[in-house]
């Protein structure tokens, strides 16, 4: 298991359309990902767990990963939680 | 028979039975199950999973069809909580290891996540409670084997009480036999208030509880106009309210033929009349009113229904849309104006102690660059399906303008740099709406296509009073001097520039200010399309030079209760002088 921290760069925070491209990713992995903050987690493959920790813009929040392809994962999640996040997805 | 006060949501009366519309709640009942009949239960849970997505992907074909793609993508939320993988390992979980039958498991479930849900100090979360609510109990009545409908339409002519309807309910209920109405949430904007004005029946929202103590059956008499209802009217005031109902297609039926008409004066004046709306939905009724354009598209609508900020595409589709059907006449977009009333949290716009002097308008969008951006290269867009024209909310000086159109221009290049389709010549203009933006009008006319006076927040901003706050509403006067003056003062410095001025805002929509703002000289008046036809017609029959002395004679009154005689006076005369006229 791989666990690494990440600021969110989308402006509204985890809401349901953050949530969803975060899930669309992590259900590309075999990995188990889950990712914490503020006292809570949620599992990286649901929209609702997700947009329930309602983290917001600007904070940090905790990424676990453990499986074969955690590298991979570990980094494509950083990715789009500190940078792709911040822009619309349409605009990529 | 007692009458009850809510807010008007969509003009007209009617009169008729109630048909009471009660939200019924399944409670799943817990029961335990043998580990043999586990897989029987995940079986029942999966059935009914889908038989709720097959069901919300009908409402929501049907809904695309009457609201446009943004009038649907609400229930699209709810298909994703359906397959949500927490939602089903948890439920699958639960069936497992206590051992307990479907319908519960997935009733605990739910019922962990709105808790999460409402722990977040931040309303949108717990607005979001609401769709899974919605989600729990379409999946609970999937468990059962009847198809009967939770929600029935009326077999006779009925006004519909409810709670609150949402866009499902609505799309269930259907239009027929629905004379009109009650709800006791919501407002203007609510669902039912625009789906109400968009099928010409009138609506009162924000009953607070009258509306669902009212019983099946029960006659109501109800008063779109003014929202007010009516319980157990006597015979004399349903006879009032049939008659009201009648003068009302009377009353269209004269104006219809006015609809091809230009609003031209008999000294050959020419005043553009124009709609504002809010929803694709409302072109048509704008159109059937004989709008020759869109004064006013108010753009929150997508922002605050999505609850997350819509893409850029998502943008482009709604507009373009608007935009295509309005076939080559101009619309008139305003950019985003949050903040004040309108105050969504998870944009970021938080509760002020101070809303309307805040974070509001054109100040909220500058300091949200990327998501002002987005919108301005949307709308640009959508210009390549017909005629727009561009306009900042709430601006109070030059600086405002100037970096909005800078926004503007960097938007331009970015459009053109991707190759994307867009209308690269769109006419920039801004709302007048404070007292400052009066004040500077001829600086800001220098550096603009056009002005479009908002009265309500002028109003509100010069007589420095709230409208939602009851105590001061009385200082609410479009007639005080200060008001006239301030449009005199806009116009003039508009047309010394050689930009149109217009006006949008309810003063547009008072008939008995229509010669007012003739007189004002305005070039163009937005209004409410069910007003527009009557606003028409009195243009149509007032020279030009006489509702210019009208409004020199009201600008010497000293206050709004002179000119508002004065000018009720002035009605009645020309009242009697057409019907003189009518007679000879």
Redesign the interface.
């Known amino acids: 298991m791989k666990t690494v921290t990440a600021t969110v760069s989308d402006?509204?925070g985890f809401?349901?359309?953050a949530a969803?491209r975060i899930?669309k990713l992590t259900k590309t992995f075999d990995s188990e990902v889950t990712i914490r903050y503020n006292g809570?987690s949620?599992?990286a493959?649901?929209?609702?767990?997700l947009?329930?920790l309602?983290a917001e813009?600007g904070t940090e929040v905790l990424i676990e990963v453990s499986g074969f392809d955690e590298d991979d994962a570990l980094l494509k999640l950083v990715k789009l939680i500190e940078i792709d996040l911040?822009?619309?997805?349409?605009?990529q | 028979m007692d009458t009850y006060q809510g807010i008007a949501a969509s003009p007209g009366y009617a009169a008729g039975p109630v048909h009471a519309i009660r939200q019924r709640a399944i409670v799943p009942v817990r029961r335990t199950v043998r580990v043999s009949e586990v897989p029987d239960e995940i079986k029942r849970f999966g059935k009914a999973v889908e038989k709720a997505r097959s069901g919300l992907r009908e409402l929501i074909d049907r809904l695309a069809s009457e609201l446009g793609p943004e009038g649907s993508d609400i229930l699209s939320s709810q298909l994703m909580i359906l397959d949500d993988e927490m939602v089903w390992d948890a439920t699958l979980a639960v069936i497992r290891l206590e051992r307990i039958n479907a319908e519960a498991a997935f009733g605990r479930t739910m019922g962990e996540l709105a808790a999460r849900f409402l722990e977040i100090e931040d309303e949108t979360f717990r607005e979001r409670v609401n769709d899974l609510r919605d989600v729990e109990q379409r999946v609970l009545r999937g468990f059962e084997d009847s198809d009967r409908p939770h929600l029935v339409s009326p077999d006779i002519p009925s006004v519909i009480s409810a709670r609150n309807l949402t866009p499902s309910d609505t799309a269930l209920l259907g239009r027929n036999n629905v004379l009109g109405f009650v709800m006791d949430e919501g407002g203007n904007t609510s669902h039912v208030a625009i789906l109400a004005r968009s099928i010409g029946v009138p609506a009162i929202v924000g009953l607070k509880g009258r509306a669902v103590a009212l019983k099946s059956g029960s006659q109501v008499a109800i008063d779109g106009t003014d929202g007010r209802l009516v319980t157990d009217p006597d015979q004399e005031i349903l006879e009032k309210f049939i008659l009201l109902t009648r003068q009302q297609v009377v009353v269209n039926q004269k104006l219809e033929h006015l609809k091809d008409v230009p609003a031209v004066t008999p000294d050959g004046h020419r005043v553009e009349m124009m709609a504002n709306i809010e929803l694709p939905v409302e072109v048509e009724e704008a159109l059937a009113r004989g709008a020759e354009g869109i004064g006013l598209l108010r753009t929150e609508y997508l922002f605050f229904q999505h609850q997350t900020i819509p893409t850029e595409d998502d943008q482009v589709r709604v507009y373009s849309e608007i935009v295509r059907r309005m076939d080559g006449r101009p619309v008139i977009f305003r950019t985003l104006d949050v903040g004040g009333d309108k105050v969504s949290d998870y944009l970021g716009a938080k509760r002020e102690y101070n809303p309307f002097l805040g974070w509001r308008g054109i100040r909220f969008s500058l300091a949200n660059r990327l998501l002002f951006k987005t919108q301005i290269k949307a709308i640009h867009r959508a210009g390549a399906s017909g005629r727009i024209k561009l306009m900042f909310p709430m601006v109070t000086g030059l600086e405002e303008l100037r970096e909005a159109r800078q926004v503007v221009a960097e938007a331009l290049e970015e459009l053109a740099a991707q190759g994307l389709e867009h209308d690269p010549d769109v006419p920039v203009g801004i709302m007048i709406e404070t007292p400052s933006a009066v004040l500077a009008a001829d600086i800001l006319a220098a550096e603009c296509d056009f002005f479009s006076i908002g009265t309500n927040d002028l109003i509100q901003y010069t007589l420095a009073m709230d409208r939602g706050n009851s105590r001061v509403s009385y200082l609410y006067r479009p007639l005080h001097p200060a008001i006239l003056r301030s449009i005199r003062m806009t116009v003039e410095a508009g047309h010394r520039a050689g930009i149109p001025v217009g006006l949008c805002g309810e003063m547009g929509s008072e008939t008995r200010l229509a010669e007012v703002l003739l007189g004002l000289g305005l070039d163009e008046i937005s209004l409410h399309g069910a007003a527009l036809p009557k606003v028409k017609q009195v243009i149509r029959w007032t020279d030009f030079t006489e509702a210019q002395r009208l409004v020199d004679e009201l600008l010497k009154l000293g206050t709004a209760d002179d000119a508002d005689r004065w000018l009720a006076e002035y009605i009645a005369e020309r009242k009697r002088q057409r019907e003189r006229g009518d007679h000879e």
């Open positions: 402006p509204v809401h349901l359309r969803g899930v809570r949620a599992n493959k649901s929209i609702m767990g947009a329930s309602a813009f911040a822009i619309a997805e349409d605009q």
